[in-house]
């Protein structure tokens, strides 16, 4: 079964690095999305694209965080510099469109920053 | 505001019991609802979904009910698993705008054997 890929599972940094974080989404998916899931709550999207176009990144924090997915498949999320309040869990999730299809999620990367 | 809920944060039942979850939403231009089932330190599972021209949608030992007129939102799991335990979301969306998808705050499944 084919499933999204996400890279890494972990990653831990002092606040003021940078960190990125890789996704590749099911073959075939044009539509790819970025969550943040603080703990105890559901996740939030950062970002969504459209293969390789942005659909929505109203609610991205565009002075530290960036995301491409320059070839429309996979894509890399950054977060320069990395705060405190930045630790969460980092999903990507790919669907074949944007209306009634389904999103599947892959495992994330769960990021602390110290 | 716009936001999905759900009426319970936890929820205990034994082995063999039917669960019920519960989610309120509150927009009523949402015409799709899914539910997830999230593992500790997994992405979310795509459990079922259903579309708002249907008021109950069946699967494998899951049943989704939904009422629009009460903007309510249910899932059911049959003979309840210990494998079945994890935090469960439910999530709307307006499909015609494009936007994605909202979820709510999630209710944690215990199961007991």
């Known amino acids: 079964e084919a499933e999204v890929a996400q890279s890494p599972r972990y990653k831990i940094t002092e606040k003021s690095q940078a960190v990125a974080f890789w996704c590749d989404p099911i073959?075939?998916?044009?539509?790819l999305y970025w969550y943040r899931q603080i703990l105890g709550q559901g996740p939030e999207l950062l970002v969504q694209?459209?293969?390789?176009?942005?659909?929505?990144d109203s609610q991205l924090p565009k002075d530290r965080f960036s995301a491409e997915r320059l070839k429309g498949v996979d894509s890399t999320l950054k977060i320069q510099p990395a705060e405190l309040g930045d630790s969460a869990m980092y999903l990507c999730?790919?669907?074949?469109?944007?209306?009634?299809?389904?999103?599947?999620f892959g495992p994330g990367t769960r990021l602390t920053v110290l | 505001g716009e936001s999905v809920g759900l009426h319970l944060p936890t929820l205990s039942v034994q082995e063999g019991d039917n669960s019920i979850i519960n989610c309120a939403y509150s927009n009523s231009a949402s015409d799709y609802f899914i539910w997830y089932k999230q593992e500790s330190g997994k992405g979310p599972q795509f459990i079922i979904d259903?579309?708002?021209?249907?008021d109950k949608r069946q699967g494998q030992r899951v049943t989704v009910l939904l009422n629009k007129t009460v903007k309510h939102l249910s899932l059911q799991i049959a003979a309840t698993q210990p494998g079945d335990s994890a935090v469960y979301f439910c999530?709307?969306?307006?499909?015609?705008?494009?936007?994605?998808?909202?979820f709510g705050k999630g209710t944690t499944l215990s199961v007991s054997s």
């Open positions: 999730a790919s669907s074949w469109g944007t209306s009634m299809d389904t999103q599947y």
């Open positions: 073959s075939g998916h044009a539509t």
């Open positions: 259903i579309r708002s021209n249907m």
């Open positions: 694209f459209q293969d390789e176009s942005v659909v929505d």
């Open positions: 999530a709307e969306k307006v499909s015609q705008a494009g936007t994605a998808l909202i």
